[in-house]
Structures are given as C-alpha cells and as structure tokens.
Nanobody, 124 residues
Framework: QVQFVESGGGLVQPGGSLRLSCAASGRTFSTGWFRQAPGKEREFVAAVTWNGDVTYYADSVKGRFTISRDHTKMTVYLQMNNMNPEDTAVYYC????????????????????WGQGAQVTVSS
C-alpha cells in the first residue's frame, strides 16, 4: 500500500526557516508539495521528478523554498527559508508517476497519492 507521511511542521517566526519531510512507502514517485490556507483553495508549491533531476516552483516561493529528495530514505524535503505570514497553511505532499512537462506537475488532479498534511504557522 502506498503511503505518504509528512513531518516537520510547526510554528516559526517571520524570516525564519523550517524543513518539511515527506516519507513515501512502496516505490519512488514524482512528488509535489501543495498548501492550503484557511478559506483558500489548495495551491501548488513545488515539485521534483522521480529521479530528482528537475524541480518546479510556484512564483511565490522561488528563491526561498528548495525541494530535494533522498533516494536512500525515499524521502522528499521542502526547505523553507525567509518565511512570511502568507506561508501559513497546511502543507501536503503528493505523489504521481504520469506527468511530463512543467504544467502537469502544478495540477492537483494529476496526483494519485496524498499525505495527511502538516500545519505550518508563521507568526511572531
């Protein structure tokens, strides 16, 4: 059974950093991070291909967030730096193995497997 489990959420001050982890079971997938703030739709944050060769980012996080994967641990990380209150949301990781091309990785419905979410709060 495929499972995605997020960890590493919490409270951080503006300008601070946090790292989220997404551990997958079963096999390696292309993996995306999405987030959903209260009262808003779930939105794309970042994605990495199954082999780690290509990454994609939303404009709102470019230069601040970095997605990476550790194949030996079957884990994908989201390093978040210089965070601001607008980054407050529940963050979800998700997996799929059918995408090709940047636009595909940004679409929620392309992902077959989802984690339970991790709360991230940026506040002083």
């Amino acid at each position: 059974q495929v499972q995605f489990v997020e960890s590493g959420g919490g409270l951080v001050q503006p300008g601070g950093s946090l790292r989220l982890s997404c551990a997958a079971s079963g096999r390696t997938f292309s993996t995306g991070w999405f987030r959903q703030a209260p009262g808003k739709e779930r939105e794309f944050v970042a994605a990495v291909t199954w082999n780690g060769d290509v990454t994609y980012y939303a404009d709102s996080v470019k230069g601040r967030f970095t997605i990476s994967r550790d194949h030996t641990k079957m884990t994908v990380y989201l390093q978040m730096n210089n965070m601001n209150p607008e980054d407050t949301a529940v963050y979800y990781c998700a997996g799929q193995d059918s995408c090709s091309g940047a636009g595909c990785y940004e679409r929620l419905y392309e992902y077959d497997y989802w984690g339970q979410g991790a709360q991230v709060t940026v506040s002083s």
